[in-house]
């Protein structure tokens, strides 16, 4: 929780300004039962009209005086806990940015977006009651007991007696329900990923008619969180019930024992009342400090899983070891894999085992293999999004983990399995590719990705707005605009990780007679589940169930790799008939 608060340095002014406030308009308040004492005391007994309007008149000052500290008090206090949650809000989201794939897996996408938004909300929110609260509650409470003992001795005992009570009452519930907010947290990460998950397979669900179980699934989750938020608002709820009982309960002796001392000559009227608006003042206040602590604890739980995130290292892609770091590779490779193998998140199981090949700079690399043989999974260590559980990779004769900041990206580019693209418009997203890129640049981009037609039929040419995600195009055009993204780079190195899946075939060969015309000599990895895709590639790499099953020009791996073959003649049987 440390970690997350000193974020809220920048905002001192007001941290100090708004509580300030707050004790300034206490103070006010706390003066207000006197003046109503001395009005039905001095002027009500002596028909004093003169004196009570003047004592009104200083009432209407106090509350004029207490409201505009108020709303001081709440402007401080607002513009510190926004400006603090904005701050960590982007330091948060900067931290994810730097995490490793393998790190934002093993968190969950839901979990993370539970952090950004939810959780730091409700930080907001206790950091805003905390300025306006911590201070003025107990200040109220404290201060009306002495006021109390400032009118009559014996009739304060009966504050002495009831607000520690009050306080153990309080805290006990708050101790009760800290370790249930936390289960609450965990069981909202659950619905959010269900929901997430549900949102983005609604077609496979429906294709396989598995409403009903997603259902059925989701009650059940709901349910659950249904079930530990009843108890800890049964248990919070108490609250409130309780401390009416007590203060009710003491404002009847109060009021009791004022009589008696009224009749006896030693208490006026008036003090009696101002007794019991002390009272009523504790009230008040008690019921704000047990919301704020219910608050607090909840924010409480939710930063110290804010700062967990940020306490999570950031990884480097590969060994850290100084042996390793000053190892090379030959600079006429431009990629080598020594060794490699990878287990995701340390499993155990491998993705990966023992991918020992080096590739010659130009060369173009087919990689083609069943589904989960770690097709994927070897491309991604190549631009360092996952890090070798064992071996080592090299790039331009350099090992990953040693290239810093953007080295490694201006290097390589790739363009992913699933086409992702971003709300703007056609140029902002090639241009993710290359900031600089001209027109001239970004229209070359997209006659080599075949993409020229896209544009070419939109009204508003590169300017045409793409929506979030790319839903107003086609699974094979936003692939095909991704690919341009790829391309406008112009990287030493290309990778395409099953990228052609969405385009027919005609468009797959013209995409592949274009990459081999490129004016530049980038080398090209292609992962294909075809092998027409892959068959002119210099070499060819099958993989299966994470090992190399074979390797070799598209020939030779017919006469010697079974699995090759096997996966060849599969696709050539199907195309005949």
């Known amino acids: 929780m440390k970690k997350i608060l000193v974020y809220l340095k920048e905002y001192k002014k007001e941290t100090v300004l708004a509580p300030l406030f707050k004790l300034l308009e206490a103070s006010f308040e706390l003066l207000v039962p006197i003046v109503v004492a001395a009005i039905v005391d001095t002027g009500i007994k002596n028909g004093d009209k003169r004196y009570v309007m003047y004592c009104v008149l200083i009432m209407a000052a106090l509350g004029v005086i207490g409201l505009t500290c108020s709303l001081t008090a709440q402007y401080f206090s607002a513009k510190a806990a926004v400006g603090y949650s904005c701050k960590l809000r982007r330091v948060v989201f900067s931290h994810i940015q730097s995490l490793s794939f393998s790190q934002i897996d093993e968190l969950g996408t839901s979990t993370l977006i539970t952090r950004m938004t939810s959780d730091i909300n409700q930080i907001q929110t206790g950091v805003n009651l905390v300025l306006r609260l911590l201070l003025r509650s107990p200040f109220v409470v404290f201060g009306a007991m002495i006021m109390a003992f400032i009118v009559d001795v014996k009739a304060a005992i009966i504050f002495v007696v009831i607000i520690p009570i009050l306080f153990v009452v309080v805290f006990a519930i708050m101790f009760l329900t800290i370790p249930l907010y936390k289960q609450v947290q965990k069981g909202l990460d659950g619905i959010l990923g269900k929901t997430r998950e549900n949102l983005s397979g609604t077609r496979v669900i429906r294709a396989f008619n598995k409403q009903d179980d997603e259902i059925e699934e989701y009650d059940e989750k709901n349910e659950g969180l249904n079930r530990l938020q009843n108890k800890v608002g049964s248990i919070s709820n108490l609250m409130n019930p309780i401390t009416f009982v007590l203060i009710n309960g003491a404002t009847i002796i109060l009021i009791y024992v004022g009589a008696i001392r009224v009749d006896e000559g030693i208490l006026e009227t008036g003090q009696v009342v101002a007794l019991v608006n002390y009272m009523s003042q504790i009230l008040v206040e008690l019921i704000k400090m047990a919301n704020l602590i219910v608050t607090v604890n909840k924010a409480v739980a939710c930063g110290n899983r804010v700062s967990a995130c940020?306490?999570?290292?950031?990884?480097?892609?590969?060994?850290?070891?100084?042996?390793?770091?000053?190892?090379?590779?030959?600079?006429?490779?431009?990629?080598?894999?020594?060794?490699?193998?990878?287990?995701?998140?340390?499993?155990?199981?491998?993705?990966?085992?023992?991918?020992?090949?080096?590739?010659?700079?130009?060369?173009?690399?087919?990689?083609?293999?069943?589904?989960?043989?770690?097709?994927?999974?070897?491309?991604?260590?190549?631009?360092?999004?996952?890090?070798?559980?064992?071996?080592?990779?090299?790039?331009?004769?350099?090992?990953?983990?040693?290239?810093?900041?953007?080295?490694?990206?201006?290097?390589?580019?790739?363009?992913?399995?699933?086409?992702?693209?971003?709300?703007?418009?056609?140029?902002?997203?090639?241009?993710w590719g290359k900031k600089d890129a001209t027109d001239e640049e970004i229209n070359e981009a997209l006659e080599l990705a075949v993409a020229k037609d896209i544009v070419e039929k939109k009204e508003n040419g590169l300017d045409e707005i793409i929506e979030q995600a790319g839903r107003n195009l086609s699974g094979g055009q936003r692939q095909r605009l991704t690919i341009a993204r790829a391309l406008v780079k112009k990287p030493e190195?290309?990778?395409?990780?099953?990228?052609?899946?969405?385009?027919?075939?005609?468009?797959?060969?013209?995409?592949?007679?274009?990459?081999?015309?490129?004016?530049?000599?980038?080398?090209?990895?292609?992962?294909?589940?075809?092998?027409?895709?892959?068959?002119?590639?210099?070499?060819?790499?099958?993989?299966?169930?994470?090992?190399?099953?074979?390797?070799?020009?598209?020939?030779?791996?017919?006469?010697?790799?079974?699995?090759?073959?096997?996966?060849?003649?599969?696709?050539?049987?199907?195309?005949?008939?």
């Open 310 to 431: 940020l306490d999570i290292p950031v990884e480097k892609a590969g060994k850290e070891d100084d042996e390793t770091e000053n190892s090379e590779s030959s600079s006429d490779n431009a990629v080598e894999f020594r060794n490699v193998s990878l287990a995701y998140n340390n499993s155990g199981e491998m993705a990966l085992e023992n991918i020992d090949f080096a590739v010659k700079k130009g060369q173009t690399v087919g990689i083609i293999g069943g589904t989960g043989s770690g097709k994927t999974s070897l491309v991604h260590l190549i631009p360092a999004f996952y890090k070798a559980t064992e071996g080592e990779v090299f790039v331009d004769g350099k090992n990953v983990s040693s290239y810093i900041g953007e080295e490694l990206s201006d290097k390589v580019a790739i363009v992913m399995q699933k086409a992702v693209l971003f709300k703007g418009t056609i140029r902002d997203n090639i241009k």
């Open 493 to 577: 190195i290309l990778i395409f990780d099953d990228s052609a899946s969405a385009l027919d075939y005609a468009t797959d060969a013209a995409l592949r007679k274009n990459l081999k015309q490129l004016s530049y000599n980038p080398t090209v990895f292609i992962v294909s589940q075809r092998t027409s895709s892959i068959k002119h590639a210099d070499i060819i790499v099958v993989l299966d169930d994470g090992r190399v099953a074979g390797m070799g020009t598209h020939d030779s791996l017919l006469e010697n790799c079974e699995v090759y073959r096997e996966i060849y003649e599969s696709q050539y049987r199907k195309a005949g008939e």
